[in-house]
């Protein structure tokens, strides 16, 4: 957007991209956050990320919306802003840009908390840092506003006992590696998507061979991407701590899955995070989305969990 500041610049590498040929969720967030540092800098904070630094920004939510794909080699760029600054949080906008065509690759609203930067406790912005925040107050385009996904608070249902209950599966089981954590000793927050990423197929391989059954003209390969994300971080596991991954089908409509994963500490059952994703079958060849049709919408329903939400 013009007079929004550069806060990224870079590429797609081709280790950054996954079966379906295009870049994988993870680095999309992991751009963001690098784009983070950027604005924490513009406000006074520029040792925010830094091992020795008091105070950093601790991502707590973030609202993804995917609009067109990124693959190998492509040139890419970030713009940010503030759209709401609270005591100690604040809601910003980064728009990842193709850099070569000026169309937007992705859009992202991620709520950061100011915090002590070991402890990770809250305290209120400085009044330069409030300030200089203000200066950079944007209005949400409407391409970044949530289209299928509800951003309102929510007072997470997750647990292990209802996860049991719902009979989610476990698409994912670990431990953090001190790589995978930031310079805090925090589980950096690309973890949480990629972690999903790397299990999802567990749960959509079938729900997409529903879909593609049932297809006019059945495509040949199909793969999936995802619309729309929302993650909640409820807490930030370290190196060493181990995870789970309990996932499941909210439900469908004529074009997208809508699904939910829960992140928990396996013995304990506390809950890392909650994630909610709206989701696609895609036809590789065609590079297009394959449509839910009646039978296929009908079994996909007959597996999804009621009651089943972030």
């Given at each position: 957007?013009?007079?929004?500041?550069e806060?990224?610049?870079?590429g797609v590498?081709?280790?950054?991209?996954?079966?379906?040929?295009?870049?994988?969720?993870?680095?999309?967030?992991a751009?963001a956050?690098?784009?983070?540092?950027?604005?924490?800098?513009?406000?006074?904070?520029?040792?925010?990320?830094?091992?020795?630094?008091t105070?950093?920004?601790?991502?707590?939510?973030?609202?993804?919306?995917?609009?067109?794909?990124?693959?190998?080699?492509?040139?890419?760029?970030?713009?940010?802003g503030?759209?709401?600054?609270?005591?100690?949080?604040?809601?910003?906008i980064?728009?990842?840009?193709?850099?070569?065509?000026?169309?937007?690759?992705?859009?992202?609203?991620?709520?950061?908390?100011?915090?002590?930067?070991?402890?990770?406790?809250?305290?209120?912005?400085?009044?330069r840092?409030?300030?200089?925040?203000?200066?950079?107050?944007?209005?949400i385009?409407?391409?970044a506003?949530?289209?299928?996904?509800?951003?309102?608070?929510?007072?997470?249902?997750?647990?292990?006992?209802?996860?049991?209950?719902?009979?989610?599966l476990?698409i994912?089981?670990g431990?953090?590696?001190?790589?995978e954590?930031?310079?805090?000793?925090r589980?950096?927050?690309?973890?949480?998507?990629?972690?999903?990423?790397?299990?999802?197929?567990?749960?959509?391989?079938?729900?997409?061979?529903?879909?593609?059954?049932h297809?006019?003209?059945?495509?040949?390969?199909?793969?999936?991407?995802?619309?729309?994300?929302?993650l909640?971080?409820?807490?930030?596991?370290r190196?060493?701590?181990?995870?789970?991954?309990r996932?499941?089908?909210?439900?469908?409509?004529?074009?997208?899955?809508?699904?939910?994963?829960?992140?928990?500490?396996?013995?304990?059952?506390?809950v890392?995070?909650?994630?909610?994703?709206?989701?696609?079958?895609?036809?590789?060849?065609?590079?297009?989305?394959v449509?839910?049709?009646?039978?296929?919408?009908?079994?996909?329903?007959?597996?999804?969990?009621?009651?089943?939400?972030?």
């Amino acid at each position: 957007m013009e007079g929004w500041p550069e806060v990224w610049r870079g590429g797609v590498n081709t280790w950054e991209c996954d079966e379906m040929g295009h870049m994988n969720v993870r680095f999309y967030v992991a751009k963001a956050v690098e784009g983070l540092a950027s604005l924490a800098a513009l406000i006074g904070l520029p040792e925010a990320f830094c091992a020795d630094a008091t105070s950093t920004l601790l991502v707590r939510e973030q609202h993804i919306r995917f609009h067109r794909e990124a693959h190998a080699g492509a040139a890419l760029h970030m713009v940010g802003g503030f759209a709401e600054i609270g005591e100690s949080e604040a809601r910003l906008i980064q728009l990842l840009i193709h850099s070569n065509s000026g169309e937007i690759c992705a859009t992202f609203q991620t709520v950061v908390v100011h915090a002590t930067a070991r402890e990770g406790l809250a305290f209120p912005w400085s009044a330069r840092s409030r300030s200089l925040a203000e200066a950079l107050v944007v209005e949400i385009p409407e391409r970044a506003r949530a289209r299928s996904v509800d951003l309102s608070p929510v007072s997470s249902i997750a647990s292990a006992t209802l996860a049991d209950e719902l009979d989610l599966l476990r698409i994912g089981l670990g431990v953090l590696s001190p790589q995978e954590c930031d310079t805090f000793g925090r589980m950096r927050p690309e973890l949480f998507i990629g972690r999903v990423s790397d299990g999802i197929g567990r749960l959509v391989q079938p729900l997409r061979q529903a879909v593609a059954d049932h297809a006019p003209g059945k495509p040949a390969r199909t793969g999936g991407a995802v619309l729309e994300y929302r993650l909640i971080q409820l807490d930030w596991p370290r190196a060493g701590e181990r995870f789970e991954l309990r996932s499941g089908l909210i439900g469908a409509d004529a074009r997208t899955m809508r699904l939910a994963h829960w992140m928990l500490e396996p013995g304990t059952g506390k809950v890392w995070g909650v994630s909610e994703a709206v989701a696609v079958t895609f036809d590789l060849d065609a590079r297009k989305v394959v449509p839910i049709e009646g039978p296929a919408h009908a079994a996909l329903m007959a597996q999804a969990k009621a009651g089943l939400a972030l």
